[in-house]
């Protein structure tokens, strides 16, 4: 099998406007979408109005104060009873999409590292339980989903969190179909960029012919 090698791309869109536009292109009405990394409910609302009143969105944060906003953004919108909201950390992706739903395969999954902006910049996302939850989010993802990783290597533990990312992204060739690394044009090493992943479209992995 051939494995797709990732692309770096310098463009000058800001990472962040290639993620929603990414994003907006895959799901679609009715869909089940994860915003992984909440905080303040910005990617839980453009998942929202995705996926419209029949689709559901589980947007999980480890921070309470991170699920209020969250909530009481989504529930300005009027659009709050669309999301279950979780307080708990990304690591245990697997066994909260498992219980918040049971019948549908996420269309996208969302993260947005680093720290909650205008909270305690010390309490910030990790390599280890980052790498869990991004691993985590290859095997829920259905065929032809999408994921999405703005990586911040400028605040305390970025970088080393950074390029645990970029090593890990580079080894799920065998899984994903594309992978593109987006940064600001000429934008410093310190920047935030963005990671867009597309997994195959055919099952994976493949299963045994039960014939044979």
């Not at 000058?12 to 994860?34: E, N, Y």
């Not at 985590?136 to 990586?151: D, F």
């Amino acid at each position: 099998m051939k494995v797709a090698p990732s692309r770096r791309v310098d463009g000058p869109s800001r990472p962040l406007d290639i993620v929603k536009r990414s994003v907006s292109s895959v799901v679609k009405r009715g869909d089940l979408a994860i915003d992984a990394t909440a905080g303040n409910g910005h990617d839980t609302l453009l998942l929202a109005r995705l996926v419209g009143p029949p689709g559901r969105v589980v947007a999980i944060d480890v921070q309470r104060d991170a699920i209020r906003s969250a909530a009481a953004r989504l529930a300005e919108a009027g659009m709050a009873g669309r999301v279950s909201f979780v307080v708990g950390g990304h690591e245990n992706l697997q066994d909260i999409v498992a219980h918040h739903e049971r019948t549908q395969e996420p269309a996208c999954i969302m993260f947005n590292l680093g720290y909650l902006p205008g909270s305690d910049k010390r309490i910030v996302t990790r390599p280890d339980t980052t790498i869990a939850a991004l691993t985590a989010s290859l095997s829920l993802l259905g065929p032809g989903g999408l994921l999405t990783v703005v990586v911040y290597p400028a605040h305390r533990g970025g970088r080393e969190e950074s390029e645990t990312v970029d090593d890990w992204m580079e080894g799920v060739g065998d899984i994903a179909i594309d992978r593109m690394r987006y940064s600001g044009l000429q934008a410093p090493p310190s920047a935030a960029y963005a990671w867009i992943v597309r997994r195959r479209a055919e099952e994976w992995p493949p299963q045994s012919d039960a014939s044979s």
